[in-house]
């Protein structure tokens, strides 16, 4: 099976850790990995590493990432989302005008510090906040530095707000829905989330679990995404024979053997446009470190 990236629309009700022993059981990969978790309720993208293409999840981490969310107004919930526990309701939301929540939802908008959820998967001490937070224990995180670069309103149904946002990687949207509940007064919760793209991965070109299942092993491989194209993100070179002779020996390579100056990763590939590996300079030695190396 080739190696690269399958992206796949999570269905609601599903943990991305059981969406990724799915693929890896009906692919038949030796290696699945997700890039990128959705929680359990949510639905939408889920970028699948597979088998050499769990090599280079961390390339895909911090990348943007956009959702359709849609907040209750209203009610609150101990979890921020559908999943928790009522904590408080208000009694009416007669008062609530729609240019007020116009106005709310823009003001999200730019860079920010935002408070993660005690029920998150962010773990403190070596263990998850959310289980301390089943415990009764709820361990807060320092705010983090965010931005909101796109932040719309789809359509305002009370006590539905329906919300389009792209975001930076670390943000979470249900922490949105619960701040934008405590500054209209009336409380709120992320009812439902999808994720529609990530790293310029659109959800149009995922693939439903139910699909998948029916397909072979060589549909399947015609559907996953090759670890060079993969990273389109990242600039590339072509190496010469002695460059990738260096590269699966581990030597060391640097200006010398032809390779441009750049910022951060490079993909090295070979004349058949193979990944090769990927390198990244470093200023203050003025040398190329291996991060990957996919050569045999």
């Not at 904590?87 to 009416?92: I, R, W």
């Not at 002695?242 to 053997?257: A, M, S, T, V, Y």
């Not at 070979?270 to 190329?288: G, R, S």
């Amino acid at each position: 099976m080739k190696s690269g990236i399958l992206p796949i629309c999570k269905p609601e009700g599903l943990s991305s850790a059981r969406v990724v022993s799915l693929v890896k059981k009906i692919s038949g990969a030796k290696k699945v990995g997700h890039m990128g978790t959705l929680d359990p309720f949510a639905t939408g993208l889920l970028l699948c590493g597979i088998d050499k293409g769990t090599r280079i999840s961390q390339f895909f981490l911090n990348g943007t990432k956009k959702y359709k969310a849609k907040i209750c107004l209203g009610i609150e919930t101990d979890t921020f989302d559908c999943t928790g526990i009522i904590v408080q309701k208000a009694d009416s939301l007669d008062a609530i005008s729609k240019e007020k929540i116009i106005e709310l939802i823009n003001e999200f908008k730019g860079q920010q510090k935002q408070i993660p959820p005690a029920y998150s998967a962010l773990k403190h001490k070596g263990k998850p906040l959310y289980k301390y937070a089943r415990e009764g224990r709820k361990i807060s995180k320092p705010a983090r530095e965010i931005e909101i670069f796109e932040i719309s309103i789809e359509k305002i149904e009370i006590p539905f707000i329906h919300i389009d946002v792209l975001c930076s990687a670390g943000t979470y949207i249900r922490t949105i829905a619960h701040d934008v509940g405590k500054k209209l007064g009336y409380g709120a919760h992320l009812a439902a989330l999808s994720r529609t793209e990530t790293c310029g991965f659109s959800l149009e070109d995922s693939l439903d679990l139910n699909d998948l299942e029916k397909m072979d092993t060589s549909e399947i491989d015609k559907k996953i995404i090759p670890l060079t194209q993969a990273l389109f993100f990242m600039p590339a070179h072509i190496a010469d024979i002695k460059l990738e002779n260096k590269i699966r020996f581990g030597q060391k390579i640097d200006f010398d053997d032809g390779l441009p100056k750049c910022d951060g990763f490079l993909r090295i590939l070979t004349k058949t446009e193979e990944l090769a590996a990927i390198v990244e300079y470093d200023k203050t030695n003025c040398e190329f470190n291996y991060c990957c190396v996919f050569s045999n």
